[in-house]
C-alpha cells in the first residue's frame, strides 16, 4: 500500500505542476484520494464485499466528487486532474499511466448487461467533460478532446474531438501532449471549405453572367 501511495504522488507531481509539496497533495488532491478509497474498495469489490465497497465508494464520491464503480478495474499511475464530475462506471477497464480531466464520464449506453463500459489502453488522456460510452476499446496514446462525445472505439496514437467524437489525427509521437486550445475542428474546418466553395462558384457566375450580357449587348449593336 506504502508502494502504491508513493507512486501516486510521484504521478502527481509529474502530471500537475501545480502540485508543490507531498503535504499538499496528501490534503488537497482529491483525485489522489478517490483513487486510494477505489484501491480498497475494489479489493473487497473482488473478495465478495461487494456491498461494503459500494458504501467506500459512495463515502468517496460525498468526499471527492469523483464516483468510481469499485468494480472498475484501474492501473498504475492512474490520475484524476481536479476531479469534480468524474464517473467511472462498474465494467470499465483503464490501463496505466492515463490521466483523466474533471467531468470526464466512463459510462455505459442503455440498460445491457456484462461489459458494457470503456476499455482505456495506457497513455490516455481525455479532456475535461468528455464522455466515452458503451463497451468500446481506447487505444494506447489516445487522446481525447474537451467535451467529445465518443461512441466507437480508437485506434492507437490517435486524437479524438467532436459530438460525436472523429479522429482527426493519428501520430507517431508518443510524447505530444494534449493542448485543448489547439485542437482541430472538422466541423469549422468543413464550414470554412463549404464557405470557400460558394465563393468559387458565386464567382464563376459573375463571371459568366458578365460574358453573357457582353455577347448579348454585341447582338444588339450588330442587329441596330
Known amino acids: 500500500m506504502f508502494r502504491t501511495i508513493r507512486e501516486q504522488i510521484d504521478t502527481i507531481f ?10 499538499e497533495i496528501i490534503f488537497c488532491y482529491p483525485g489522489f484520494h478517490a483513487i486510494l478509497f477505489h484501491r480498497v474498495a475494489h479489493r ?6 461487494t456491498t461494503l465497497a459500494r458504501m467506500i465508494s459512495q463515502t468517496s464520491r460525498f468526499l471527492t466528487g469523483i464516483e468510481i464503480h469499485p468494480g472498475a478495474q484501474i492501473g498504475r499511475r492512474f490520475f484524476i486532474d481536479h476531479g469534480m464530475g468524474v464517473v467511472i462506471g462498474e465494467t ?3 490501463g496505466d499511466d492515463c490521466l483523466l480531466y474533471q467531468g470526464v464520464t466512463l459510462g455505459g449506453t442503455g440498460k445491457e448487461r456484462g461489459k458494457r463500459h470503456p476499455t482505456l489502453g495506457n497513455h490516455v488522456v481525455v479532456g475535461s467533460g468528455a464522455k466515452v460510452l ?3 476499446t481506447i487505444g494506447n ?4 478532446g474537451a467535451g467529445s462525445v465518443v461512441l466507437k472505439s480508437v485506434p492507437d496514437h490517435s486524437t479524438v474531438v467532436g459530438v460525436p467524437g472523429r479522429v482527426v489525427r493519428t501520430r507517431l509521437d508518443n510524447e505530444e501532449v494534449l493542448e485543448h486550445a489547439k485542437l482541430p475542428d472538422p466541423e469549422g474546418q468543413a464550414i470554412e471549405q463549404l464557405t470557400q466553395r460558394v465563393e468559387q462558384l ?3 457566375v459573375r463571371e459568366l453572367s458578365a460574358k453573357l450580357g457582353a455577347g448579348q449587348d454585341t447582338a444588339g449593336a450588330a442587329s441596330a
Do not use: M, T
Open 14 to 23: 509529474r502530471e500537475d505542476p501545480a502540485a508543490k509539496s507531498v503535504l
Open 44 to 49: 473487497l469489490y473482488k473478495a465478495g464485499f
Open 92 to 94: 470499465a477497464v483503464i
Open 134 to 136: 458503451g463497451n468500446i
Open 141 to 144: 496514446h489516445v487522446r481525447i
Open 202 to 204: 458565386e464567382r464563376i
